[in-house]
């Protein structure tokens, strides 16, 4: 595997289950990112992960919930979600933050077409 | 925070050449990129400027002006495998990007 991927690549599901979005990197990259995409908007800033550690959660409610146990995977936890939570949720990586020098571009994954019944 | 405007879509022909404006206001510059995105796929890092001018990769080129607020991506011999979504994003002092809204440009044969 190169890149970025991610797991499920769709997924449906109601508004009472719990599920999981995985996302893993391939780049020796340290800083990993979540945002959402919904139809006519731009790319939503979630959640941001330097070193494992959250350095960004951008105002994002508790039904989602991620966690990131080493620099190459990162999870989001999803429970109790709403109908306009449907979206297609994107991971990306780039060089660690603070890294002098860098241009940090991120390099995405295809994302997890979410859909919430 | 960072308010960011591009035109939401653009139609050009086959070989011609196409400009996609980009204006932002923010609270901490640190950089501008553009990213292409296909129908269904992953945003594809394009360009970078933190620097005023013109910055050339092949067909595609970046121009930045600060001082404006301003940025474009021109796109020069257009190719049917251009048809896409560009999206602007512009980078605070916290490495946090703000993207625009994305102009979906078509090319015509």
């Known amino acids: 595997e190169t890149g970025v991927t991610q797991t499920p690549r769709h997924l449906v599901m109601g508004m009472t289950n719990k599920k999981s979005l995985k996302c893993e990197q391939h780049l020796g990259h340290n800083a990993m990112y979540w945002y959402k995409q919904s139809a006519k908007k731009p790319l939503e800033l979630m959640f941001v992960?330097?070193?494992?550690?959250?350095?960004e959660n951008n105002s994002v409610p508790s039904r989602f919930s991620p966690e990131c146990p080493n620099s190459s995977h990162l999870f989001l936890h999803l429970h109790t979600l709403q109908p306009e939570d449907s979206a297609l949720y994107l991971c990306?990586?780039?060089?660690?933050?603070?890294?002098?020098?860098?241009?940090?571009?991120?390099?995405f994954g295809p994302g997890t077409r979410l859909t919430v019944t | 925070g960072q308010n960011i405007d591009q035109p939401t879509e653009m139609t050009a022909t086959e070989g011609a050449i196409v400009q996609i404006n980009c204006t932002y206001q923010?609270?901490?510059?640190?950089?501008l990129f553009w990213y292409q995105q296909h129908a269904g796929e992953a945003p594809t890092f394009l360009s970078y400027?933190?620097?005023?001018g013109l910055e050339e990769k092949g067909r595609f080129s970046s121009f930045l002006s600060r001082s404006k607020g301003y940025s474009y991506l021109l796109l020069k011999e257009l190719q049917m495998k251009d048809s896409a979504s560009y999206l602007c994003a512009v980078r605070d002092q916290h490495y946090k990007l703000s993207f625009g809204a994305g102009t979906t440009v078509t090319v015509r044969a």
């Open positions: 990306a990586s780039s060089q660690e933050l603070g890294l002098a020098g860098g241009t940090y571009e991120q390099y």
């Open positions: 992960y330097n070193f494992k550690e959250q350095t």
């Open positions: 400027n933190v620097l005023d």
């Open positions: 923010t609270s901490g510059f640190n950089g």
